[in-house]
């Protein structure tokens, strides 16, 4: 056996139905189905939950932190894809 | 070895006893484990289990001191009785030896349990079927998390193989004891107040046989062993396991905690 | 606190990623700091930075499993069933809480297993707090009032702290935290409303416990070494000697309620200050846990390295099943 410690798995819970699953913490276990469990058992002792996803941390995909400024930074000067940039008259403000 | 004829009390007091005494013994066991588990994720898993556990045990208990009628409330019952008036079954009062032990324990147990529940739900006792109805899905969660560890030990190295095995052989003969008559089984079974457990042993070694079969086990053939623990005469761990479990109340008798 | 040891020199159980020192980086880094925002796990950090939150994170869940162990010397002999669930269900907690500790260390590039090594090896400290011995069942509740009472003290400030990771582990820790004291304080209210035995057990305990949670909080500002870095890296916000004066102030008032007396005659108001002055701290005493002579240093050590290593075989056992599973699925297919 190669690798001696239980691989690590990143931990997403759905605190209610109709919210999204929130990243909230990881485990590390042998396989999906304990990871589950443990899951379960580490992040919703109180009722914090109602879904859980697992996802093998080496399996997620990370942007490049340094890439920050060409992935993010261009969304900047798009002010028109808010609401708040349209200024209406107050009777129909409520659009 | 003749069946024990301990001091008899009422079959629905006894059905009910002995499920709350299941409970009770089974969960001051696994929450010996906690602080000591093998990763810290089973830590918080044998912990969970061990508070449904005592959970189960508080209603259980509460429940039999009512049907007794005679005042006495849950930690009455659970510290302050006499050795041979608990009536757990003498498997879940074995000392929990390495996690093999346990999961494999917590497994023929939780699965025993697990039919028990489901009968229970239809009891008469309408106390009984709510804890039945909130008590099943702690004890299903119990067999699988406990039937997946024993899948994966039996299957693993070498080593957990025959440490699993040999857990499996040490327990096996004391899983009989679930399935022995009793006249008061009957006499509940007979009221409506829940199945016989006699009448759950094809039931449940269908449930358990497949599990130890991908865990590549071999099941132990029957043997004339017995133990009787439901019956009040236990094996020498009980003993132990209340000293320390009654100490408190023991030494301070009546006090308020 | 928890993680009062970061004062001591600790070797080992660092071999993450060490990051290129970089002008550029720093100012931002810098920047980032000063404007009190957040450190994530990818982003770029200066190597000292990184390695002091390894020591204080890791210290800190080490404290947490480790404090499992005095107060899991209870369960068992829980007096009532209730208490022992909700004493199971603490200690669990804290079990957690190394866990989302351990998790908040691993996204600086170090792993668990090296850090329990680290641990296992006597290389890394825990809170010496877990080397006195808990003798009587008032020692359980002493405990969920004043040593999780420091802790919430010390923790509340940290879910403030610059690093993410471990500030979202604390803002979790400290929801949960708010159980353990109160717990502690209302297991001992029962027990001053009892017999007169049962109100001197936790006088006892009082008079045990008062003077090590006191020095939970660390040497003294001015013996302090990393304080005046960790403060300007936002993870330590708050100073030893404050947080310990705020302790004490919150402290005497609940001792009154609950009828005890602390073990300490120069403890007393001081109107000029608005505080509540305390005697000398017996800094020999604290040193000497610290540095392995306590009553309960060798056990509990002992006894965490036994699980592990009575562990080895279920873990290896649940990593090969896997890898067989896997195989068997592969040649299926
Ligand atoms: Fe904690
Ligand atoms: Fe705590």
Redesign the interface.
């Known amino acids: 056996?190669e690798?001696?410690?239980?691989p690590?798995w990143e931990v997403f819970v759905r605190s209610r139905n109709g919210l999204d699953h929130k990243h909230?913490?990881?485990?590390?276990?042998?396989?999906a189905?304990?990871a589950l469990?443990?899951a379960r058992?580490?992040y919703t002792?109180?009722q914090e939950g109602v879904s859980i996803w697992v996802v093998q941390a080496d399996h997620i995909v990370?942007s490049?932190?340094?890439a920050k400024p060409e992935l993010f930074d261009p969304a900047e000067d798009k002010i028109y894809r808010h609401p708040t940039f349209y200024q209406l008259p107050d009777e129909v403000n409520h659009m | 070895m003749t069946t024990p004829n301990p001091a008899p009390l009422a079959a629905h007091l006894e059905y009910v006893t002995r499920l709350g005494d299941n409970a009770l013994i089974l969960g001051q066991r696994m929450s010996e484990w906690c602080g000591h588990a093998p990763v810290l994720e089973e830590d918080m898993a044998l912990g969970n289990m061990s508070l449904d556990l005592i959970g189960q045990a508080r209603m259980l208990l509460t429940h039999a001191g009512k049907l007794e009628g005679q005042g006495r409330d849950e930690d009455q019952l659970a510290f302050l009785r006499t050795e041979m008036n608990y009536r757990n079954l003498t498997l879940c009062e074995l000392p929990n030896a390495d996690f093999g032990r346990t999961m494999v324990r917590n497994f023929l147990f939780a699965s025993f349990q697990v039919l028990l529940w489901e009968r229970l739900l239809a009891s008469h006792d309408s106390e009984l079927a709510a804890i039945a109805a909130k008590s099943i899905k702690e004890a299903r969660y119990h067999a699988q998390h406990a039937g997946d560890w024993v899948v994966r030990l039996g299957d693993g190295t070498a080593e957990s193989h025959e440490r699993t095995q040999a857990a499996l052989d040490y327990l096996w003969p004391y899983t009989a004891e679930f399935f022995v008559v009793t006249p008061s089984d009957e006499a509940a079974a007979a009221a409506g107040i829940g199945p016989a457990w006699s009448e759950l042993e094809a039931a449940w070694e269908a449930a358990v046989v497949p599990v130890l079969n991908e865990a590549t086990l071999t099941v132990p053939a029957r043997t004339p062993f017995k133990s009787w623990g439901k019956f009040g005469r236990h094996s020498e761990h009980l003993g132990h396991l209340l000293s320390e479990m009654q100490y408190m109340q023991r030494t301070y008798p009546g006090a308020q905690w | 606190m928890y993680t009062q040891a970061l004062d001591i020199p600790q070797q080992g159980a660092d071999k993450g990623p060490k990051a290129v020192e970089n002008p550029a980086y720093q100012a931002e880094f810098d920047a980032k700091i000063d404007a009190g925002g957040y450190i994530e796990a990818k982003d770029w950090m200066p190597e000292a930075y990184r390695k002091t939150l390894v020591r204080q994170i890791s210290q800190h869940a080490h404290s947490e499993i480790v404090g499992m162990l005095p107060e899991g010397n209870w369960i068992t002999r829980a007096p009532t069933l209730k208490r022992k669930a909700i004493l199971l269900a603490k200690v669990q907690d804290e079990g957690g809480h190394g866990l989302y500790l351990y998790a908040a260390a691993e996204t600086l590039g170090v792993s668990r297993d090296e850090l329990l090594d680290a641990l296992h090896t006597g290389k890394a400290k825990y809170s010496s707090i877990f080397n006195y011995p808990t003798l009587t069942w008032a020692d359980i509740g002493v405990i969920g009032w004043l040593v999780d009472g420091a802790a919430i003290m010390n923790q509340i400030p940290l879910c403030k702290c610059s690093y993410g990771p471990y500030a979202r582990a604390m803002v979790r820790i400290c929801k949960e935290e708010s159980f353990h004291q109160r717990q502690g304080y209302d297991l001992l209210l029962t027990m001053m409303k009892g017999t007169d035995e049962q109100r001197e057990m936790v006088q006892d305990a009082v008079n045990r416990w008062w003077w090590p949670s006191i020095m939970m909080f660390g040497p003294h500002d001015k013996d302090s070494v990393h304080s005046g870095q960790s403060a300007r890296w936002g993870i330590k916000r708050i100073s030893n000697d404050d947080l310990r004066q705020k302790f004490v102030d919150a402290t005497v008032k609940q001792a009154e309620v609950l009828g005890v007396t602390m073990p300490d005659p120069a403890l007393q108001w001081n109107a000029e200050r608005g505080h509540y002055d305390y005697g000398a701290i017996d800094w020999d005493e604290f040193w000497n846990v610290v540095n392995g002579h306590g009553q309960g240093n060798v056990d509990r050590l002992a006894a965490r390295v036994k699980a592990w290593e009575d562990g080895a075989w279920v873990r290896d056992a649940a990593l090969e099943h896997e890898r067989k599973r896997a195989a068997r699925e592969d040649q299926a297919a």
């Open positions: 056996m690798r001696k410690e239980w690590l909230c913490g990881s485990v590390h276990a042998p396989d189905k304990l469990q443990v058992d580490v002792r109180r990370a490049d932190p340094d």
